[in-house]
């Protein structure tokens, strides 16, 4: 499974180490993510690829009309199941 919109990772390296994240988008070398707290929708983390691990979870959601408060409520439902 690659790496791509939607998909939920956790950071493997830097001070956000452990975190789960959302992709918000993804080139070759580079992923975009939020957490909706201390990475929000308007400016997400670049991260390396090399530095993410991947989950076998895609969320499907409007990435044209996301906001802060979707990504907390999706990654909150991941968490607690």
């Known amino acids: 499974m690659d790496i791509g919109r939607g998909s939920l990772v956790y950071s493997r390296a830097?001070?956000?180490?452990?975190?789960?994240?959302?992709?918000?988008?993804?080139?070759?070398?580079?992923?975009?993510?939020?957490?909706?707290?201390?990475r929000r929708v308007s400016k997400p983390k670049k991260k390396k690829r090399k530095h993410i691990n991947k989950t076998n979870t895609v969320l499907e959601l409007d990435f044209e009309n996301i906001s802060d408060s979707a990504v907390r409520k999706a990654l909150a439902s991941i968490k607690t199941d």
């Open 14 to 38: 830097g001070r956000d180490k452990g975190g789960l994240f959302l992709v918000l988008a993804a080139d070759e070398d580079n992923v975009y993510l939020a957490d909706g707290v201390t």
